[in-house]
């Protein structure tokens, strides 16, 4: 068993060097069809994806249009709403004013007949 010099050691170290070249350059030619082939597996995943991507962006359209119409559904509702209690507001303040009215007539009424009894009392 001998010492390896330094040429040795340069020698083994050239040959280890130069075999990992080798190793990463001697890769082989990718065979046209198969290159076909994954090109049309790349391309048919990125329609796949692109009609995925669009078929989410309806849905989020469809939905955004769906809440705006929600929400103009609901201030429709709620302006008609209060548009219904002002009528019913100005509906009870007439019949308030009405009920009261009637009834100052009546107390007038109760009042007069009061006063011609005491003053056929009178006679």
Do not use: C, G, H
Not at 21 to 34: H, N, S, Y
Not at 76 to 92: N, P
Not at 111 to 116: E, F, I, P, S, V
């Amino acid at each position: 068993m001998s010492i390896p010099n330094f040429n040795e050691r340069k020698e083994a170290a050239e040959k280890a060097r130069q075999a990992m070249l080798e190793k990463f350059k001697a890769k082989p030619q990718i065979d046209p069809a198969v290159a076909a082939e994954r090109a049309a597996q790349a391309q048919a995943r990125e329609a796949k994806r692109t009609a995925a991507e669009e078929k989410r962006k309806a849905r989020v359209l469809a939905e955004k249009n769906a809440r705006a119409e929600e929400a103009r559904l609901k201030e429709m509702f709620e302006a008609e709403e209060a548009e219904r209690k002002a009528r019913e507001a100005v509906e009870a303040e007439r019949a308030a004013a009405e009920a009261a009215e009637i009834l100052a007539f009546e107390q007038k009424a109760r009042r007069d007949l009061k006063y011609a009894a005491r003053k056929a009392r009178q006679k």
